[in-house]
Structures are given as C-alpha cells and as structure tokens.
T-cell receptor
Framework: EAAVTQSPRNKVAVTGGKVTLSCNQTNNHNNMYWYRQDTGHGLRLIHYSYGAGSTEKGDIPDGYKASRPSQENFSLILELATPSQTSVYFC?????????????FGPGTRLTVL | GEQVEQRPPHLSVPEGDSAVIICTYTDSATAYFYWYKQEPGAGLQLLMS?????DRKEEQGLTVLLNKKDKQLSLNLTAAHPGDSAVYFCAVSGTNAYKVIFGKGTHLHVLP
C-alpha cells in the first residue's frame, strides 16, 4: 500500500488560475517536502515542513505557497499559475529515527499551465 | 553551498554487464548519502542509504562506494538486467536533514 500519495496525478490549468496540489503520507513522518522536476534541472526544493502547522521556504519558493494542516497532509498552492510552472511535482516525506534524512516520494503530479 | 555533479548523464550497457554511476560532492561535512531509482511515470524510490562512517555497502546486486578523500560516491550495478533500466539519482545531506541535494540523474539503459 502506497505510503505517499498525491492528487491529482495530472492537472491542466489556465494562466492566472489557482492550483492546489495535495499530498498525503501514512509513514508518520515529521518532515514533508515539495519538489519540482524539470529536464536539465533535476529536482528542486520548493517548500518543506517539519511538522503540522509549519512551512519553510526551499530553494525556489517564489510563486508557491504551502500548507501543512496535519501530520499526514501537505499541500502546494499556486495562487496565480503561470506557464513557467508547468512541471512534474513530487511530494516526499521523511524524518524518522536515525534515518531521518531519508525521503520517500509520491508518484508525482504532472501540471500543465496553458 | 553544497553542489553535486553526477555522471554520466546517459549510460547504455549490455545485459549482464556492470554499470557504474559516479557523483562528486563539494562539502566535506556531508554526512548522508543516498541513491534513488526513478522508473517512467513514477516517483523516486530509495535504493540505499550510506552514512559517512561507511566506505562500502552492498545490497541485492548494488554496491555503493564512498571515497571521502575525493568526495566521491559511486553506484555499481553488477550484472545489470533490463529491469534496471531507469533514471538513477544520487543525493547528499549534511547536518541539516531538510537540505538534501540531488544530482541531475543518469538515464541507464540495459540492452537485452
């Protein structure tokens, strides 16, 4: 049974629209992360959280907000989507015991902004 | 800040041969090292974790070598098979566990 799930798996949005990507984890991990993956850039960290109620900026936070209402859920919000935000987005969880830096990834969300 | 270079970006090997992927990092304080596998349309799957006090780790046909002197991490897939075809990523982390730096990936193609 998948421990990190993302919804939707595919999304087409219009420029200027609001997009919310959702992530749920059943690993009981404290930390959660949002990345985007683009050809030539690899994985880039957008936001992360180390527990319910916390959100922190990653390396490329501009144009994105994050929300962590509970241990299990972490959302990425694009208030005004732009074509440059077309990408594949991955959520990950981690932070348990000695292997606290290991991260476990969801299947990804392919977002296209027209 | 920490930088990770991964090579080669593309690798094709015949079935049964070994495949070697190398990552070079810059920060000598790096403490944690990872290898991930990504199959088409899927997320990254953690293959192996190595801590800085380990020079060599073997699991299920995979060998990870850590050369701290040269700041180099390698993944060796022995006797590769077509099911190993995927994109492989190295990743490193220092004392700040939230900051994991990924390499840009290696597309491995194992020829049947």
């Amino acid at each position: 049974e998948a421990a990190v799930t993302q919804s939707p798996r595919n999304k087409v949005a219009v420029t200027g629209g609001k997009v919310t990507l959702s992530c749920n984890q059943t690993n009981n991990h404290n930390n959660m992360y949002w990345y985007r993956q683009d050809t030539g850039h690899g994985l880039r960290l957008i936001h992360y959280s180390y527990g319910a109620g916390s959100t922190e900026k990653g390396d490329i936070p501009d144009g994105y907000k994050a929300s962590r209402p509970s241990q299990e859920n972490f959302s990425l919000i694009l208030e005004l989507a732009t074509p440059s935000q077309t990408s594949v987005y991955f959520c990950a969880s981690g932070g348990l015991g000695v292997n606290y830096a290991e991260q476990f990834f969801g299947p990804g969300t392919r977002l296209t902004v027209l | 800040g920490e930088q990770v270079e991964q090579r080669p970006p593309h690798l094709s090997v015949p079935e049964g041969d070994s495949a070697v992927i190398i990552c070079t990092y810059t920060d000598s304080a790096t403490a944690y090292f990872y290898w991930y596998k990504q199959e088409p349309g899927a997320g990254l799957q953690l293959l192996m974790s190595v801590f800085s006090n380990v020079d060599r780790k073997e699991e299920q046909g995979l060998t990870v070598l850590l050369n701290k002197k040269d700041k180099q991490l390698s993944l060796n897939l022995t006797a590769a098979h077509p099911g190993d075809s995927a994109v492989y990523f190295c990743a490193v982390s220092g004392t700040n566990a939230y900051k994991v730096i990924f390499g840009k990936g290696t597309h491995l193609h194992v020829l049947p």
